[in-house]
């Protein structure tokens, strides 16, 4: 055996056969969030052969995190390494032929059309609902389609919107769910094969497309329980689009806000997330803060320990300062520590 058989199974596959694979060669796919369900999404991809992959994740790797993201490792959580230079590092050693590009950034109105704008395809491996409905704006902004797929407990469900036809994210979800009304992985847990299950779920969506331009789940949502084994699928009726404030005033709502520009406390992690500014020096500051403390750097992040703090700048400017909850604190420790 050699190179030239590496996708040999997935050409046999009718549905894909030669054809189809040099379509998956030619692709672009952004895997927007590389946690439980982007790890598996990307390393799916990546072995099928799509040629470019985009990884876009704001954290850093942490150890409760090994037990369902599959592309990291204990050293990964023990420097807290980026999430999306991880991820690229382990599928360049799985794949080397293909195009894998790592940007650890928060997504937000001011780069996700940047973000999107050469991409064939998005995985929404995202955790929560801003983020979500603002791909959605973007989706139906620039024409993009993109896999939506979320996962809590042993649920989870997987859906195909186009970009173009109705229905669209929106029409599910109108307006953003109250504070609290939603389970999350940090107050509900999750289990590793329902997240395995869900992003493969996406990523057969996603090969379908790229290969015959259509999805059958375009326009529907499946939902599906490992712990009952019971799944449904349903169709996103006419009503629900008819009152799409997005499909029927285009009124891009989340894309002209600024939902990310408030400091976020993160759930279960006793940490607060600064929104960045404007793109800071790795270096200049990594130098300014060895005369102070601990100092980790490489070239998406640099981090200082001042017990009881740790505070982990980005090179856009955002930060996550650790050991608190308090806002005002880490607005506080950003001020003295940054200076922005």
Same mark, same amino acid.
């Given at each position: 055996?050699?190179?030239?058989?590496?996708?040999?199974?997935?050409?046999?596959?009718?549905?894909?056969? =030669?054809? /189809?694979?040099?379509?998956?060669?030619?692709?672009?796919?952004?895997?927007?969030?590389?946690?439980?369900?982007?790890?598996?999404?990307?390393?799916?991809?990546?072995?099928?052969?799509?040629?470019?992959?985009?990884?876009?994740?704001?954290?850093?790797?942490? !150890? @409760?995190?090994?037990?369902?993201?599959?592309?990291?490792?204990?050293?990964?959580?023990?420097?807290?390494?980026?999430?999306? *230079?991880?991820?690229?590092?382990?599928?360049?050693?799985?794949? @080397?032929?293909?195009?894998?590009?790592?940007? =650890?950034?928060?997504?937000?109105?001011?780069?996700?059309?940047?973000?999107?704008?050469?991409?064939?395809?998005?995985?929404? *491996?995202?955790?929560?609902?801003?983020?979500?409905?603002?791909?959605?704006?973007?989706?139906?902004?620039?024409?993009?389609?993109?896999?939506?797929?979320?996962?809590?407990?042993?649920?989870?469900?997987?859906?195909?919107?186009?970009? &173009?036809?109705?229905?669209?994210?929106?029409?599910?979800?109108?307006?953003?769910?109250?504070?609290?009304? &939603? *389970?999350?992985?940090?107050?509900?847990?999750?289990?590793?094969?329902?997240?395995?299950?869900?992003?493969?779920?996406?990523?057969?969506?996603?090969?379908? !497309?790229? &290969?015959?331009?259509?999805?059958?789940?375009?326009?529907?949502?499946? @939902?599906?329980?490992?712990?009952? @084994?019971?799944?449904?699928?349903?169709?996103?009726?006419?009503?629900?689009?008819?009152?799409?404030?997005?499909?029927?005033?285009?009124?891009?709502?989340?894309?002209?806000?600024?939902?990310?520009?408030?400091?976020?406390?993160?759930?279960?992690?006793?940490?607060?997330?600064?929104?960045?500014?404007?793109?800071?020096?790795?270096?200049?500051? =990594?130098?300014?803060?060895?005369?102070?403390?601990?100092?980790?750097?490489?070239?998406?992040?640099?981090?200082?320990?001042?017990?009881?703090?740790?505070?982990?700048?980005?090179?856009?400017?955002?930060?996550?300062? =650790?050991?608190?909850?308090? &806002? *005002?604190?880490?607005?506080?420790?950003?001020?003295?520590?940054? /200076?922005?």
């Amino acid at each position: 055996m050699t190179r030239s058989t590496r996708y040999a199974r997935q050409i046999q596959f009718a549905p894909i056969a =030669a054809s /189809g694979q040099a379509r998956i060669a030619a692709a672009r796919v952004l895997v927007l969030g590389v946690g439980a369900l982007g790890t598996v999404a990307a390393e799916l991809l990546a072995r099928a052969g799509v040629g470019f992959l985009r990884l876009v994740d704001r954290d850093t790797v942490e !150890w @409760s995190n090994l037990q369902r993201q599959s592309l990291f490792e204990e050293s990964d959580a023990e420097l807290q390494v980026a999430k999306a *230079a991880a991820a690229a590092a382990r599928l360049t050693r799985i794949n @080397s032929e293909i195009e894998i590009e790592a940007e =650890a950034c928060d997504v937000d109105p001011g780069n996700i059309l940047r973000l999107m704008s050469d991409i064939d395809l998005v995985i929404d *491996a995202t955790d929560n609902f801003p983020t979500r409905l603002l791909l959605n704006d973007a989706s139906v902004k620039l024409g993009k389609p993109w896999v939506h797929g979320g996962c809590v407990g042993a649920q989870g469900q997987v859906g195909f919107f186009c970009g &173009v036809d109705r229905p669209c994210f929106r029409c599910v979800v109108p307006e953003l769910p109250e504070a609290g009304s &939603v *389970a999350t992985c940090d107050t509900a847990g999750v289990l590793n094969a329902a997240t395995h299950t869900i992003a493969s779920l996406q990523v057969g969506q996603a090969i379908q !497309w790229i &290969v015959s331009g259509n999805a059958s789940l375009q326009g529907k949502l499946q @939902s599906i329980d490992l712990w009952t @084994s019971r799944t449904l699928q349903i169709e996103i009726g006419k009503s629900a689009q008819a009152n799409c404030p997005l499909c029927q005033q285009r009124s891009f709502d989340f894309l002209n806000g600024d939902f990310a520009a408030q400091p976020i406390v993160l759930c279960g992690r006793n940490a607060v997330q600064i929104p960045g500014g404007r793109a800071v020096s790795i270096d200049r500051i =990594a130098d300014q803060w060895r005369e102070t403390g601990e100092v980790q750097q490489n070239r998406f992040l640099v981090r200082l320990n001042v017990d009881p703090f740790e505070i982990t700048l980005f090179a856009d400017g955002r930060a996550i300062i =650790a050991g608190t909850e308090e &806002v *005002a604190k880490a607005r506080s420790l950003y001020a003295q520590y940054v /200076g922005q």
